[in-house]
């Protein structure tokens, strides 16, 4: 045998093993050999195939990458035409489909393939002798358009049929679309690229699947369920459309597994009731059932009807998407101080459910689509999703619309509102005495690693607010036994308690105040680290940001935050009025953070401790300086590691990284405390 036999021979040894790798990860989702073992097999195919061109086939793995970009597609005639379906809205509709092919076959309890109604682009494959030669879309059922370059790119699209028993020629039917967190993420993409947005998956398959340029299809998260087959020649097909489909799936083609055969009519409704449960859990996006008679035979005795078959129906989920007017748009004050702009719509019925509001999401979102008051707009909603505002029909927008500014300044309390960079979010900065963000703040506030003031939980905070018995955290240290007696649940001896709780709560740590006041992304460490280079608040609430960035840990979008906060009268206001209730800390000696003893260390806790809580054991660390790191990385300079510890222990113990039992850590702790 030649050097070019042998490698001839090896290159299709190394096609065989990445395609049945192929199928195990993309039709079977159960992989076999690790990701670096299929690159590496992978790579060598390439190294082969870039050294020997003419060894290339057409259904090489390494072909989907993209071919050269096309000036057009070119037409394709389906020898059997790709016909669509009758639809159905209702179950009486579905009965008297049920009802029309028992008087036509006189049968009775006729079996049926039931099977979800993807949101995708209808797609005809066409294999000779186990290949891929030719791939169209539906078109208008008669003719479509040629794009086997780009559906060679989808990964779940066989190249080449699995085993050797499949016919000469075989036309497979199916369903391109993009699973639901493939369109978050090309979303996500495109956004970041300042790129246009797709509306939703079917847009974006059908986007992704007509480009003329292949390349850019390869990047695109498309799959593929089949569903049925037109051409066969070669070899006789099974008797029952559900025997079809294993066929195909023995043939390395992929087939929704969701699908049913189900006896009646009434088996059909209860199918369809299931699915319309699992919908929003599916990973991808459909708009109904599809129902079929089973046998062949009795598909071909009910023939057509104008371009749809007799044996088929479409049980259609309620509409996701509709039209209607833009009245107002309104902007929402989120717990947190997210600001969320709303529009205000005249009501129409989306998925069921009659809708008067939507979410536009933010100001970018608001500029990118340029909604206007007065716009005819899109409206979707899926499930239990927040309905929004999906796009605008610009063609009929009135003449004298105006662009929409979004407020400088809250609603609710009247505070700056700001924008971090990178953010695409506007937020309140009155913290402390935004109504919208009260309960969450004096929640905060209580809570035990802030002003610890047992007793008050999210109920009671919630009670207190509603009864209007406090404005802010302050007015906790104003509240009366008797006021507090008369809330529901709340005895005398409940009442004193919690009285009792918020006197012994005056008296804290600098940190803990500065925690306690919830300024965005100030956690625990920054706030101690705050504490110990300032030494007091005061120096703390006048520091500029220039100040503040040379504050351990505290970058650009912290320091910004705390400079905000600071400066609205409201939140010092509220700090005075905590002062004037004899809330109190001492001073802090001002510590250099770099002089302390585990200044630079990064320390991971796992397991169980035994002798302290794990929040003790982050507080020791970090008055020595450590930082406390929830992840083990080779930056990782310590793991202390309790009881049952696990997955990190392991990886601790994989890098390198010293490993310290309980006992050792304590040992640690007193000796630089020592």
Not at 99 to 105: A, E, H, Q, Y
Not at 289 to 297: A, E, G, I, M, S
Not at 443 to 453: E, P, Q, T, V, W
Request: charged share 25%; proline share 4%.
């Amino acid at each position: 045998m030649s050097a070019i036999q042998k490698t001839q021979k090896q290159a299709a040894a190394l096609r065989e093993q990445i395609q049945y790798h192929n199928h195990r990860y993309y039709v079977l989702d159960d992989p076999e050999v690790p990701d670096a073992e299929y690159d590496r097999l992978f790579r060598e195919l390439q190294k082969i195939e870039s050294t020997y061109p003419s060894l290339i086939t057409t259904d090489s793995p390494t072909q989907r990458v993209g071919a050269l970009p096309l000036s057009s597609f070119d037409e394709v005639k389906h020898a059997i035409p790709m016909l669509s379906l009758g639809n159905a809205f209702s179950d009486e509709e579905v009965e008297k489909f049920g009802k029309r092919i028992s008087d036509r076959l006189n049968v009775t309890d006729i079996q049926l393939v039931a099977e979800p109604k993807l949101d995708g682009l209808a797609i005809s494959l066409l294999y000779e002798d186990g290949v891929l030669v030719r791939a169209a879309t539906r078109g208008d059922g008669v003719t479509g358009e040629n794009v086997t370059q780009n559906v060679r790119t989808i990964h779940s699209v066989p190249l080449r049929l699995v085993g050797s028993d499949y016919p000469r020629l075989l036309e497979v039917r199916g369903e391109v679309y993009m699973p639901k967190q493939g369109f978050e993420a090309l979303n996500k993409r495109q956004k970041q690229n300042n790129e246009k947005l797709f509306a939703n998956p079917r847009n974006a398959a059908a986007g992704s699947l007509r480009q003329l340029d292949s390349k850019i299809t390869a990047t695109r998260p498309l799959a593929i369920f089949c569903y049925g087959v037109g051409q066969v020649e070669g070899k006789k097909m099974p008797s029952r459309h559900s025997e079809v489909l294993e066929c195909l799936k023995a043939w390395g083609l992929r087939v929704c597994p969701e699908i049913k055969v189900v006896k009646g009519i009434e088996k059909c409704l209860d199918y369809y009731r299931h699915i319309g449960e699992q919908r929003n859990s599916l990973p991808y996006e459909i708009d109904g059932v599809v129902y079929k008679v089973n046998r062949l035979d009795q598909q071909e005795t009910l023939g057509f009807v104008s371009r749809a078959p007799r044996w088929a129906i479409a049980h259609k989920f309620p509409a996701q998407e509709e039209l209607t007017k833009l009245l107002a748009i309104d902007v929402q004050v989120g717990r947190t101080g997210a600001i969320t702009p709303v529009a205000r719509l005249e009501p129409v019925e989306v998925g069921g459910v009659t809708v008067t509001n939507a979410t536009l999401h933010n100001q970018d979102e608001i500029e990118r689509m340029d909604v206007r008051v007065g716009d005819t707009v899109v409206v979707y909603r899926a499930g239990d999703v927040i309905p929004k505002v999906a796009s605008v029909i610009k063609s009929r927008r009135p003449k004298k619309s105006r662009k929409y500014k979004m407020p400088t300044h809250c609603p609710e309390c009247g505070s700056e509102l700001v924008r971090a960079e990178g953010e695409a979010i506007l937020r309140c900065s009155g913290g402390l005495c935004c109504p919208a963000q009260r309960k969450e703040a004096i929640k905060h506030f209580a809570s035990r690693r802030a002003m610890d003031i047992e007793g008050l939980g999210d109920k009671l905070v919630d009670q207190l607010v509603d009864a209007e018995l406090i404005n802010d955290v302050a007015d906790l240290y104003l509240l009366k036994s008797d006021e507090l007696a008369g809330l529901e649940r709340m005895a005398n001896k409940s009442a004193e308690n919690l009285i009792a709780a918020l006197e012994s709560s005056k008296l804290t740590t600098l940190a803990k105040f500065i925690y306690s006041l919830g300024i965005r992304e100030v956690g625990e460490a920054t706030a101690l680290n705050l504490a110990n280079h300032f030494g007091r608040l005061e120096l703390v609430e006048s520091a500029d940001t220039e100040k503040l960035l040379e504050v351990a840990d505290v970058g650009p979008v912290v320091a910004s935050n705390i400079v905000t906060f600071f400066q609205q009268a409201h939140n010092l206001d509220v700090i005075s009025k905590l002062r004037e209730a004899e809330v109190s800390w001492p001073d802090v000696d001002v510590v250099d953070a770099d002089t302390l003893p585990m200044a630079g260390k990064t320390v991971v806790l796992t397991g169980t401790l035994t002798k302290m809580t794990r929040n003790d054991a982050k507080q020791n660390l970090q008055k020595l300086g450590a930082k406390v790191s929830g992840s083990v990385s080779k930056k990782t300079d310590i793991v202390v590691a309790g009881e049952s510890a696990g997955s990190k222990l392991e990886k601790a113990q994989a890098l390198g990284v010293e490993v310290i039992n309980e006992e050792a850590f304590i040992k640690l702790i007193d000796s630089y405390k020592g």
